[in-house]
């Protein structure tokens, strides 16, 4: 067999690596050793190095991000990008079911797809003859800014689409957010280099998409998991949303693993329950349910209410910061470093052995330091003068305090 040129050379290696990066980023799979991964990437970019004139937008090698630009150009977006109105209770989840009939004039139950609510940045890709060409925050709904160099560094978004069957163009959106193993190892490493501290996983999410470095982007563990669709042409390419995502899949992104649809807003209720209880446990922050009207027909007909679909409701979850009255602090030092912080409303705040998550309420981050704790409190006050316990990275003795 003949010898294959470097050009057919350069294009199998292309090909493969997108391949091993979609099997990893999306499916969770490994394929191949890391060594052997960065050893054909090397040779991916040894041969682009020697020949510029084959450099193309959607080589795996524009992951490692470009050079830095002078500031964000603005976006248009052609189909205004939504926000969603929210509930709070079951009766307000089930009143947003009642209102949907009643505009329908049809009583019957209705199929509802549920998606976590991811809590991240909106984003819109944009896609043409499929080759990602553009991504873009979501701004004021109308105008964002274009981050296409930052989203080209995310390994779970594709450069190219895998399959067949797009259309010319395609526009998909989704949540471009930190997972918490991620923002944890980050932390850690700003610790011991005296870098940015970053205060949750949405704040480490936020401020990574906003490098004019791309190549500083390229170093942050961030992902997108997608929600939407919005065709170019306007034809009707699917008839539920559920379809829709499914088939986003098919095209190489990554679409939440706990998507469901159900056939009656009940189902919603417990899927709600299910994922309350689940919360913790998930790799990402999440700050609500979302459900969506399956059908898209149905969407059509429903339409919008200022900048809010009429079809979809987020359903959000009890806050896990609060302000709370703080009267008295003490911590705990158990043998697994496990820390405990009480207050007077004798609530336990825990943090796990990453020094990171904080579950009960008001403090934001504890982690210990050269011998000493220091700890971010959130709005922790007494009565209506709200105090700030300490600066972010100040140190906090381990005696007890006591605030009047
Ligand atoms: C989030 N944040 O996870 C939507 N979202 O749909 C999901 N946001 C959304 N859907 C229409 N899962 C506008 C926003």
């Known amino acids: 067999?003949?010898?294959?040129?470097?050009?057919?050379?350069?294009?199998?290696?292309?090909?493969?690596l997108h391949s091993y990066s979609y099997h990893y980023y999306v499916l969770n799979e490994s394929t191949i050793p890391d060594a052997e991964y960065d050893r054909l990437f090397r040779e991916l970019q040894e041969i682009e190095a020697a020949h510029p004139e084959w450099q193309s937008a959607d080589s795996p090698s524009q992951r490692v991000g470009a050079e830095p630009l002078a500031a964000f150009s603005q976006v248009r977006h052609e189909t205004p990008m939504l926000s969603l109105d929210n509930v709070f209770s079951e009766a307000e989840l089930l009143d947003f079911d009642q209102r949907i009939k009643t505009r329908l004039k049809d009583s019957a139950e209705l199929s509802y797809a549920c998606e976590p609510k991811l809590d991240g940045i909106a984003v819109s890709l944009l896609y043409v003859d499929g080759v990602l060409v553009r991504g873009a925050t979501r701004g004021d709904g109308r105008v964002g800014e274009d981050i296409t160099q930052n989203v080209k560094t995310i390994a779970s978004i594709p450069l190219k689409l895998r399959g067949t069957g797009w259309p010319e163009e395609l526009e998909v959106r989704g949540e471009i957010y930190m997972p918490r193993a991620g923002f944890a190892r980050i932390n850690d490493a700003a610790r011991s280099s005296d870098g940015k501290i970053f205060v949750n996983p949405r704040n480490a999410a936020a401020g990574s998409l906003r490098q004019l470095d791309s190549r500083i982007t390229a170093t942050r563990p961030l992902e997108m998991s997608c929600y939407g669709i919005a065709l170019g042409d306007g034809?009707?390419?699917?008839?539920?949303?559920?379809?829709?995502?499914?088939?986003?899949?098919?095209?190489?992104?990554?679409?939440?693993?706990?998507?469901?649809?159900?056939?009656?807003?009940?189902g919603c209720v417990a899927y709600y329950q299910d994922l309350l209880a689940r919360r913790d446990g998930l790799a990402y922050d999440i700050d609500g349910i979302v459900f969506k009207v399956d059908s898209l027909a149905l969407q059509e007909h429903l339409g919008f209410v200022s900048r809010a679909p009429r079809w979809a409701i987020a359903h959000k979850f009890p806050a896990q910061e609060e302000i709370t009255q703080l009267r008295d602090v003490e911590f705990q030092v158990g043998r697994t470093v496990i820390v405990g912080l009480y207050n007077a409303s004798t609530t336990v705040y825990k943090?796990?052995?990453?020094?990171?998550?904080?579950?009960?309420?008001?403090?934001?981050?504890?982690?210990?330091?050269?011998?000493?704790?220091?700890?971010?409190?959130?709005?922790?006050?007494?009565?209506?003068?709200?105090?700030?316990?300490?600066?972010?990275?100040?140190?906090?003795?381990?005696?007890?305090?006591?605030?009047?």
Do not use: C
């Not at 003068?385 to 605030?403: A, G, K, T």
């Open 351 to 404: 943090i796990n052995r990453q020094k990171e998550r904080v579950a009960g309420r008001g403090l934001r981050r504890a982690w210990r330091e050269s011998g000493q704790f220091r700890v971010v409190a959130a709005e922790v006050g007494r009565g209506r003068n709200w105090l700030q316990v300490n600066q972010e990275r100040s140190p906090i003795s381990m005696s007890n305090h006591y605030w009047r």
């Open 1 to 16: 067999m003949a010898e294959p040129s470097l050009r057919e050379r350069l294009n199998a290696l292309r090909e493969q």
């Open 235 to 266: 034809e009707a390419w699917f008839y539920s949303h559920s379809e829709g995502l499914a088939t986003l899949r098919d095209w190489g992104f990554l679409v939440s693993p706990e998507l469901r649809v159900v056939d009656s807003i009940q």
